[in-house]
């Protein structure tokens, strides 16, 4: 239920659904207005950072928003209600089987982020998995134009030169890379 300083000022069925919320925000002494995305009534959002003898699983993807594309890791929306350890590794399987064709083992949570948390309401799960790099890779996604194997090493690089360049897949990169030598 919506606090009364809450309005909801745009609705679409979708899919996905989405809800166009304001707000006045009142804290330490200051006061402004916010707005307030909500995608799929909130249900989290999951991100597959799926490795496979030093390369990652990758697609690269039309986004109209930004008028572009992009080399992202698989990403999709979760379970809705699905905050759950079990339900992110089920969403995480259902999603890079859609976009790459390809079936990981030994998943695992890396962390979570938050693609805009001034404007969208939700977060992703981020999960790791192991790939076997002989499997041949084929989007099942009508969304996606193409899936690559990335050298790990060959990161760093294409993050300078824009190719990787949209936020969940630069912080769900910054999460893996982080835990990988533990």
Do not use: C
């Amino acid at each position: 239920m919506a606090a009364e300083s809450q309005k909801l000022v745009y609705s679409w069925e979708g899919p996905p659904k989405l809800e166009l919320w304001t707000e006045e925000v009142s804290r330490n002494g200051r006061s402004w207005r916010q707005h307030r995305l909500v995608a799929q009534d909130g249900t989290p959002g999951v991100v597959v950072v799926g490795v496979a003898e030093g390369h990652f699983a990758m697609v690269e993807h039309w986004r109209p928003a930004a008028g572009r594309e992009f080399l992202e890791f698989p990403r999709g929306f979760g379970t809705p209600g699905g905050m759950a350890e079990d339900a992110a590794i089920g969403d995480a399987e259902r999603e890079l089987l859609e976009e790459t064709g390809l079936q990981g083992r030994n998943f695992h949570i890396l962390g979570s982020v938050w693609a805009d948390s001034s404007l969208l309401q939700g977060k992703a799960t981020v999960v790791g998995t192991t790939l076997d790099r002989t499997a041949p890779g084929a989007p099942n996604d009508n969304e996606i134009d193409a899936f690559r194997w990335v050298p790990v090493d060959r990161m760093p690089e294409l993050m300078a030169s824009g190719a990787v360049a949209d936020g969940l897949t630069l912080s769900a990169y910054a999460l893996w890379n982080a835990r990988r030598d533990r």
